[in-house]
């Protein structure tokens, strides 16, 4: 028959071993992205093809208006005399982030919201569907964790915004 001493280190040791292999087993596993109390899935990560390729075509159709560093006009927020905005930073400082994967794919195809009077040009008629997502790939590899992590929230539980 085993001694209470060796039992009560047997049971400690499985029970370390436990805790241990549970810590292991979600070390690592994407948690959902919870805001507000309500969970989306956990972040998807990015294509590091598809963001390479957002770059570049970025670099040839956005960045002579959003700037080559994604960082905007200048004032930005401020209406022009037409009452049109300049275009925005594509970066974490803008408000790019703020909007579901649905809108911002709509406005790169077909052009700026006629209520916000834009000037954003449509290029559906230029780019394919995949080259619209690989450029905004490459504007969610450019914000920072917590913008990637509340517009992924937008576009999975938030609706249209």
Not at 8 to 13: E, P, T
Not at 26 to 49: E, H, S, Y
């Amino acid at each position: 028959m085993l001694s209470r001493t060796l039992l009560l280190f047997i049971l400690a040791v499985g029970l370390l071993l436990l805790l241990l292999v549970s810590a292991l087993t979600t070390f690592g596993t994407p948690q959902p992205v919870v805001i507000n109390g309500t969970a989306a899935p956990p972040l998807p990560t990015l294509n590091p093809a598809a963001v390479a390729e957002g770059e570049r075509l970025y670099a040839r159709y956005c960045a002579s208006c959003h700037g080559a560093n994604l960082e905007g006009a200048p004032d930005w927020k401020t209406p022009l005399s037409d009452g049109s905005l300049p275009p925005p930073p594509q970066d974490s400082s803008g408000h790019t982030w703020h909007h579901a994967d649905s809108l911002l794919l709509t406005i790169i195809r077909e052009g700026g919201a006629p209520t916000t009077n834009s000037k954003m040009p449509a290029f559906g008629e230029q780019l394919r569907d995949e080259e619209i997502e690989a450029i905004l790939a490459f504007f969610k590899s450019r914000w920072g964790e917590e913008e990637r992590k509340f517009q992924w929230w937008v576009t999975v539980v938030g609706g249209e915004q």
